[in-house]
């Protein structure tokens, strides 16, 4: 059984940061991507960034400039930091990951909300 269990949601202003981590757990055999999906109310879940095993990462061109992937790979977890965060950035992100078997994995979500 796989568990990816998400934190650093939470509540930020226009303009502020928050760095979400992500870490993984049990059975798991040759992690290939890591990275975060995010769904905003009302709308379908979307991509935001990756990161290979390799280290190769990319973002959506939304985040671009202002979001940074990470992974540290003793761990099996990965890390998203959010710089100059806008109002269209609030959604619930969810971590995932996949393995080089084709295993796909989620995490249960964390809120982030940037509002004054």
């Known amino acids: 059984q796989v568990q990816l269990v998400e934190s650093g949601g939470g509540l930020v202003q226009p303009g502020g940061s928050l760095r979400l981590s992500c870490a993984a757990s049990?059975?798991?055999?040759?992690?290939?991507?890591m990275g975060w999906y995010r769904q905003a109310p009302g709308k379908q879940r979307d991509f935001v960034a990756h990161?290979?095993?390799?280290?190769?990462?990319n973002y959506v061109d939304s985040v671009k400039g202002r979001f940074t992937i990470s992974r540290d790979n003793a761990k099996s977890s990965v890390y998203l930091q959010m710089n100059s965060l806008k109002a269209e950035d609030t959604a619930v992100y969810y971590c995932?990951?996949?393995?080089?078997?084709?295993?796909?994995?989620w995490g249960q979500g964390t809120q982030v909300t940037v509002s004054s």
């Open positions: 990161i290979s095993s390799g280290g190769m990462t």
């Open positions: 049990g059975s798991i055999l040759s992690i290939y991507f």
């Open positions: 995932y990951l996949t393995t080089h078997l084709g295993g796909h994995y």
